[in-house]
């Protein structure tokens, strides 16, 4: 078969696995670290904390229909390990999610405001 033949099939697939994963983990409350609410959260029942286990089963299995490169793979999967130890020990806030980019004054002068023009010559 060809990717043209089977990429329709994989976001199929990795919806079912989603959602059969889903339900599972929500028959299953107790066995999966709950994530309590306080002041700042936006629910007020305790809820599963580990539901993205769940989501990236369903991409991983797409990525496995499709064939992906382990360079893509590798690193969702260790994203996933990364954020479910996360869940369940808790990380340092310096080992958790760095910010996405740095503060702009501590980029090169050019890099800041890349709408600006640059002189090559």
């Known amino acids: 078969m060809t990717i043209a033949e089977i990429a329709p099939v994989s976001p199929i697939v990795s919806a079912l696995a989603t959602l059969l994963l889903i339900a599972w983990m929500l028959r299953a409350r107790e066995r999966w670290p709950l994530d309590v609410p306080n ?69 090169p002068s050019g890099l800041s405001r890349p709408w600006r023009s640059r002189s090559w010559s």
């Open 39 to 107: 002041e700042r959260s936006l629910h007020v029942r305790p809820v599963p904390r580990s539901g993205g286990i769940a989501m990236m089963a369903g991409v991983l299995s797409g990525f496995a229909i499709l064939q992906t490169p382990l360079v893509v793979v590798l690193p969702a999967a260790m994203l996933v390990a990364l954020s479910h130890f996360d869940d369940l020990r808790g990380l340092p806030s310096r080992s958790g999610s760095a910010p996405s980019s740095p503060p702009p004054q501590d980029l």
